[in-house]
T-cell receptor
Framework: SQTIHQWPATLVQPVGSPLSLECTVE??????LYWYRQAAGRGLQLLFY??????ISSEVPQNLSASRPQDRQFILSSKKLLLSDSGFYLC?????????FGPGTRLTVT | QKEVEQNSGPLSVPEGAIASLNCTYS??????FFWYRQYSGKSPELIMS????GDKEDGRFTAQLNKASQYVSLLIRDSQPSDSATYLC???????FGAGTRLTVKP
């Protein structure tokens, strides 16, 4: 069966610091991968999606970037965090039409 | 702009009642529809998918789709306190999400 991992589970970072969140998928090959952000009490905002290695599409211009160095690895990064980057970051992958989420990383920027 | 709209709630129902959650969408060409449940502090969990007009039942959950009227709904029968969560509607391959409806089931 397919499994999606995200780490770390929680993270507290100061404003201006860099960020790297990692997502890996097991049990499938060439998945479509997605990064979402959910601000407190808000809906899901699609940040990036990838249909293959090195292929990244950005939905929202911001100080975040994403990379896909391997088929089942998706990384979200920032060079300098802003207070507004705080939120719950979710990685997701798609099977056919259905999409499944990882456990998420809760980021607090102080 | 393609949109997915849900009542933000909160929706409160007594235990054992039917909870009805609604979602409307603007893209008439949408073909696939999903309901997710999200417990507080957790990631969304897929509970129902529906692709054709009509009803689809899975246990206590029934998804209803009406493409002509551009709405999809989720009915939860015999609601339990454990059903208390935020329910997210998602539409189509690009997975546009509604803001979610918070449901509280009172014992």
């Amino acid at each position: 069966s397919q499994t999606i991992h995200q780490w770390p589970a929680t993270l507290v970072q100061p404003v201006g610091s860099p960020l790297s969140l990692e997502c890996t998928v097991e049990g499938t090959s060439n998945p479509n991968l997605y990064w979402y952000r959910q601000a407190a009490g808000r809906g899901l905002q699609l940040l990036f999606y990838s249909v293959g290695i090195g292929q990244i599409s950005s939905e929202v211009p911001q100080n975040l970037s994403a990379s896909r160095p391997q088929d089942r690895q998706f990384i979200l990064s920032s060079k300098k965090l802003l207070l507004s980057d705080s939120g719950f970051y979710l990685c997701a992958w798609r099977v056919s039409y259905e999409q499944y989420f990882g456990p998420g990383t809760r980021l607090t920027v102080t | 702009q393609k949109e997915v709209e849900q009542n933000s709630g909160p929706l409160s129902v007594p235990e054992g009642a039917i909870a009805s959650l609604n979602c409307t969408y603007s893209d008439r060409g949408s073909q696939s529809f999903f309901w997710y449940r999200q417990y507080s502090g957790k990631s969304p969990e897929l509970i129902m998918s529906i692709y054709s007009n009509g009803d689809k039942e899975d246990g206590r959950f029934t998804a209803q789709l009406n493409k002509a009227s551009q709405y999809v709904s989720l009915l939860i029968r015999d609601s339990q306190p454990s059903d208390s969560a935020t329910y997210l509607c998602a539409v189509n391959n690009d997975m546009r999400f509604g803001a979610g409806t918070r449901l509280t089931v009172k014992p």
